[in-house]
């Protein structure tokens, strides 16, 4: 049996494990979930992270949803979702700056992504096929 790969990963962070007799040539993966240090402060949006926020709102419905999503070492992407079903986003430093971010614009409102947030976005043929990379 091949070792181990070990991963320390911040808790609530993994939704699901793949067990070891999944992975090919027998190797077994182990996750320790816990706590880890979070060492960064938590920054501000810039102006024009907020203006692009404050201007997507204002173009598409009154209030608009956001959500935040975790990108890794690249910080977080506030996707955004309009009244009129539009899709938008923000790139920030940190989840947290996210969450600022939608507390400092008016008319935003944090969500997630449930039925209703999933039901008002409208994802038309040309976002889809740009997704499909064609």
Do not use: Y
Not at 39 to 52: D, K, M
Not at 72 to 97: N, Q
């Amino acid at each position: 049996m091949a070792d181990a790969t070990l991963f320390r990963v911040p808790a609530g962070c993994c939704s699901t494990f793949l067990p070891a007799t999944a992975l090919k040539g027998g190797a077994s993966l182990r996750c320790i979930v816990g706590d880890v240090a979070e060492t960064s402060e938590t920054v501000a949006p810039t102006s024009s992270q907020l203006s692009a926020a404050r201007k997507f709102v204002k173009a598409h419905g009154k209030p608009s949803r956001a959500v935040v999503e975790n990108i890794g070492r690249a910080g977080a992407r506030v996707v955004l979702v309009g009244t009129d079903g539009a899709l938008g986003d923000v790139v920030v430093p940190s989840v947290e700056t996210g969450e600022a971010l939608i507390e400092a614009v008016e008319d935003l409102e944090a969500a997630a992504w449930d039925a209703e947030t999933v039901n008002q976005a409208k994802i038309g043929p040309e976002h889809r096929r740009k997704m499909a990379g064609r």
